[in-house]
């Protein structure tokens, strides 16, 4: 039922989902531009349309009694950003206890203006040995979807310059707002 509203959602406001279908069981997603809420709202319904279920990182206060419960239905992640935890590692130790896990994120970290993106995605894709999958939402083109893929090779300055190039022309929502310099 999910995946015929998210169809009918995208057909109605002219959205089209392109780019890899097909998942590998173990892979890390990083999405951008994320520069609106309906950057969600969208890469869910792709999510739907795919018949994934991405778990994302989400901020441990959002965390409450009930609206916990709902998020981690949803395949919500707690982070807890004001202890001095080594979240890489965590993260790296959920992929190497499962076969199939796909983990969503923005490496941008807000949808504010960053001066650059934080790079554990790097190092957890590196140390977790699996590949990192490259997810745009353009809205100038209104599509979503992967369009490449790294396996890191450990080369962290060209591997960066690599997804920073491919993402360097991917339109935000809200363009002021982005800025694909990782380093």
Partial sequence: MKRILAIMIFRLIGWKVIGLSVFPKRCLVICAPHTSNWDFFFAKCYGYI?????????????????LGKILKWNGAIPIYRSSSNNMVAQIVEMYNQRNNLIIGLSP?????RVDRWKTGFYHIAHQADI???????????????VFNQLIPTGNYKKDILFIEKEFSSVHAKKPNCYNPVIK
């Fill in 108 to 112: 941008e970290g807000t949808r504010s």
């Fill in 131 to 145: 590949p990192i999958l490259f997810l745009k939402i353009d809205y100038k083109y209104k599509e979503i979807g």
């Fill in 50 to 66: 795919l018949g994934i279920s991405p778990g994302y990182l989400a901020k441990s206060e959002l965390f409450l009694p009930i």
